[in-house]
């Protein structure tokens, strides 16, 4: 099973559970069943309960936080994160205030569905890493899929469990990603913190003690993976990997442990470099262990994604530039 299929089945699971859950997104009916096709079969299985929309990002949250109030749970497709910002007034100013506004009285179940970054040629205006820009709003919960384990769990946690407002952010490139349970994982020992939305801890299975840990979410974790076991392999340079699928609020806990041991943070993002998840991660984590923290990001440069293949690749970053950061870490 791929990321695409777990995520579709997922749905389809939820939507058979529960009578409260609804679809909301453009282009979402079949046979199209939205741009990456998350939502196949889901306006054939359940036509009341799957509703196309105009296209206007902010009416198509707006209309689903209106549908959470009255107490259903409601899942919305927003067909590129790069459009995300056309509804991060309703996101910001209404989804994660109304629960503190009203003394605790209502809550807001609602995951906000969304592509996020390049490797696909699409432009500066598809290709976009646009989660950092929501980090650290108080009241909302930004997760992201990785194929550690099942995301079409970690999405009907979500939609069923939590009556708080989501970003659920989904790469595009992982979406025909093959999954990789912890039980049938033998090149890493896996250790997993949390059950809702796990924290993983990854080091290339026989391997010495690490003198470096990385972390990295979504579809960096999966390039993550591939450096740890080229540093190990090549360059004999042994790493932990912890990779969150909660980025906000951050549990830190695994990551602290992994770091009383090695005292060296790489962190890796598909996000620009200024201003980044790794950022803060840094300063969490410098506030917690002090000074003798040595500490270096891999991110996207600061500028726009290209549409050329080759000039997109110069941005964004890449096994390679995981590697080399590593290993002037280390020397």
Known sequence: MNVLQALNGSLHACMAESERVYFLGEDILDPYGGAFKVAQGLSTAYPDRVITTPVSEAGIVGLGIGMALRGLNVVVEIMFGDFIALAADQIINHAAKLRWMSE???RIPLVIRTPMGGGRGYGPTHSQTLEKHFLGVPGLRVLAVTTIDDPGSLLKHAILEDNDPILFIEHKLLYTKALQPLNETSEFNLEKSGERYPVYRLKVAG???????ITAYGYMAELACQALQRLAFEYEVFADLVVPTQISPFDHHLLLESLAHTNRLLTVEEGSHTHGWGAEVLARVVEALGPRLQAKRVAALDMPIPTS??????V?????GIIQAAREMIS
Do not use: A, H, N, R
Request: no cysteine.
């Open 104 to 106: 605790d009285k209502v």
């Open 207 to 213: 391997s010495p003690p690490p003198t470096l840990t």
């Open 309 to 314: 293949g080759p000039l997109e690749k110069t």
């Open 316 to 320: 964004i970053p890449d096994v390679e």
